[in-house]
């Protein structure tokens, strides 16, 4: 489902952290060994869902045998009340498992959610949302995962997809141009260049970017890049993007927007596990 994202390690490295040396002693001591738990995981909000396959995997990890009925899929846009999951299996390793899986489909819906709610705010000006590398150390493959069930595109997936040049790395190689240049030389075929005047727009294009990312430019001035482009590469408006804001940048005519708050800011869906009888 994620490419290079390994699952099995992925569940046993939570449930260690959840366990300990010592186990799940509440669950041990209160439950009876042959206790069998009927629940529903079920959304509090309306959400867009992320992250199930997740859920089921905990789940399974700590009880083979239990029976797991899918109720929606991930990208499914759900109401307030929404069943999500329906299991039932042994107590002891479900109520275990629980808080590793919550906390993975909370996490990634609530990133989903956020990300659709930004690409709704943008339809129809023919611009597409981008992701950003602003993720949780260790989760870049799922919160980016959760981005493109919301309706996102991944930007890159880490420092070697792609050359982005910077402030920081004009600043040192002595100009954009120059910086340009040595990336070329160096054989980057993608090369990213973050500009936030008007006047490093020509020198980074003359030189051979392939992107330019518009960084902290308002609407009126991004009309302007946008024209200076012409066409000639993809234009990405980057900074500070908000709900609120997002709609004017898209009609402004940028290729790409990226939002760094879709992973770094998302608040986490409410999701819960319920006993039923």
Known sequence: MIPDFDLDRFV??????????????TSAAVIPADAMFDGVMDSRDPITVAGL???????????????IERLVEDGARVPAGCDLLRLR?????????ERSALNSVQ???????????????????????????????????????????GGARNHRMGLWDAAMI?????????????????????????????????????????????????????????VEAVARVDGRVPTEASGGVTLATIRAIAETGVTFISVGRLTQSAPAADIGLDFTV
């Open 12 to 25: 046993r490295a939570a449930l260690a952290e959840d366990l300990g040396d010592a186990g799940d002693i």
């Open 53 to 67: 396959f997740l859920a089921e995997a905990f789940f399974r990890h700590l009880d083979p045998e239990v029976r």
């Open 89 to 97: 299996g042994r107590a002891r390793a479900l109520l275990t498992a």
């Open 107 to 149: 996490h990634l819906s609530g990133i989903a959610t956020l990300t659709a709610a930004h690409v709704d705010a943008i339809a129809g000006t023919g611009a597409t949302l981008l992701d950003t590398r602003k993720t949780i150390p260790g989760l870049r493959l799922l919160e980016k995962y959760a981005t493109r069930t």
């Open 166 to 222: 910077k402030d920081n790395h004009v600043a040192v190689a002595g100009g954009v141009a120059e910086a340009v240049r040595r990336a070329k030389a160096a054989g980057i075929a993608d090369i990213i260049v973050e500009v936030d005047r008007l006047d490093q727009i020509a020198p980074a294009l003359e030189a051979g970017a392939t992107h330019l990312l518009l960084d902290n430019m308002p609407p009126a001035v991004l």
